[in-house]
């Protein structure tokens, strides 16, 4: 039997987007090692597989690295290693269990919730003084001069935040959860539809003190909150059966994928009709520059360009002393191909 390819995932403890991967990974039984970063750059274990990306978390299957959580949990629904027994969730959902799992992860990652409870949590916690981590994060907003991130973001929005993660609550409490179900897609254990709600709630939930009490409470929301900590119950029991994460330098990590083939070619094509491939005349083998659209977006990745599709950006990076294949989703991500150097005659 051919051995498993390294399953690394990059993150760094708190953080709401590796949970969502974690909470996965527990919940299939899919065994894993880390690499802990720092929560602020530089990164120097990215950079050393050519990798500017700036987000957390990433996942690396072999010498592939996927970015961004959705690309992340849709390779992980492909992923069927021989240490688990337990199937992707999308084998047993039903047609409207799919939909809603869609719809809810739309829901969290596509509206403004997740800054509402940036902004509800962050004052409660040693984050907003500091300093480091304000600029930080400032920067990955692309911030203007002077621009802070507790003063000029957070601070100013908490109030209208706190109302807005409370509608949230109340949809949850009297529409979704209102008729007493465990799980929201009614299903009999937690389905990737749990997953993809309650990770910005679990996080608010978890920080002591995040929480205004005045506005929001386990008797104000009894089921939420039962759900979120049903959940907390069923990821910690999963956890106790899978083993324990080996923690990995990033030496021993671009060491490990640079022994590791590629896995994953499903994306691994140059659409050629494509708009955007027709505007800047992409081909396979082209050099050029990857980014996200929103957030981090002064942090590119260079590479050849393996795939470009409806559903993947692809490429080989060329700047790190290990070249990895970087998939990332072909929504909220762009592309540009680099200049050609002139030639002095």
Not at 148 to 162: K, M, T
């Given at each position: 039997?051919?051995?498993?390819?390294?399953?690394?995932?990059?993150?760094?403890?708190?953080?709401?987007?590796?949970?969502?991967?974690?909470?996965?990974?527990?919940?299939?039984?899919?065994?894993?090692?880390?690499?802990?970063?720092?929560?602020?750059?530089?990164?120097?274990?990215?950079?050393?597989?050519?990798?500017?990306?700036?987000?957390?978390?990433?996942?690396?299957?072999?010498?592939?690295?996927?970015?961004?959580?959705?690309?992340?949990?849709?390779?992980?629904?492909?992923?069927?290693p021989s240490s688990t027994t337990k199937p992707p969730f999308k084998s047993t959902a039903t047609p409207s269990q799919?939909?809603?799992?869609?719809?809810?992860?739309?829901?969290?990652?596509?509206?403004?919730?997740?800054?509402?409870?940036?902004?509800?949590?962050?004052?409660?916690?040693?984050?907003?003084?500091?300093?480091?981590?304000?600029?930080?994060?400032?920067?990955?907003?692309?911030?203007?001069?002077?621009?802070?991130?507790?003063?000029?973001?957070?601070?100013?929005?908490?109030?209208?935040?706190?109302?807005?993660?409370?509608?949230?609550?109340?949809?949850?409490?009297?529409?979704?959860?209102?008729?007493?179900?465990q799980w929201v897609a009614e299903t009999q254990d937690p389905s990737l539809a749990d997953i993809e709600l309650v990770w910005p709630l679990h996080w608010l939930f978890s920080i002591p003190g995040a929480v205004p009490e005045e506005h929001i409470t386990a008797e104000k929301f009894p089921k939420v909150y039962s759900w979120v900590e049903r959940f907390e119950r069923a990821v910690g029991e999963a956890q106790k059966g899978l083993r324990r994460p080996q923690t990995v330098s990033g030496e021993k990590v671009a060491a490990w994928l640079g022994k590791a083939g590629v896995e994953d070619q499903d994306e691994a094509r140059v659409e050629e009709n494509d708009p955007i491939v027709k505007a800047q005349g992409l081909h396979q083998g082209q050099e050029v520059l990857l980014w996200p659209a929103d957030t981090g977006a002064n942090h590119k990745t260079k590479g050849k360009l393996v795939g470009f599709t409806s559903k993947e950006i692809t490429l080989d990076t060329t700047e790190g002393e290990v070249s990895v294949r970087v998939h990332a989703p072909r929504h909220g991500f762009k592309v540009a191909a680099v200049p050609a150097k002139a030639h002095l005659s």
């Open positions: 039997m051919a051995s498993q390819p390294p399953t690394v995932l990059f993150h760094y403890p708190g953080s709401p987007f590796a949970a969502r991967v974690l909470y996965y990974l527990a919940l299939r039984g899919i065994p894993y090692d880390e690499c802990i970063q720092p929560n602020i750059l530089p990164r120097p274990d990215l950079a050393r597989l050519g990798i500017r990306y700036r987000r957390i978390p990433l996942l690396a299957i072999g010498r592939d690295v996927y970015l961004d959580t959705p690309l992340i949990l849709n390779r992980l629904e492909r992923f069927t799919h939909t809603l799992t869609h719809l809810l992860a739309s829901y969290t990652l596509d509206t403004p919730l997740f800054k509402n409870v940036v902004c509800v949590l962050l004052p409660s916690t040693p984050l907003i003084h500091d300093e480091a981590f304000l600029k930080d994060r400032a920067e990955m907003l692309g911030g203007p001069p002077g621009f802070n991130f507790a003063e000029h973001f957070v601070l100013p929005a908490r109030n209208d935040a706190i109302v807005e993660v409370k509608k949230t609550l109340e949809f949850l409490e009297f529409t979704l959860l209102a008729d007493g179900r």
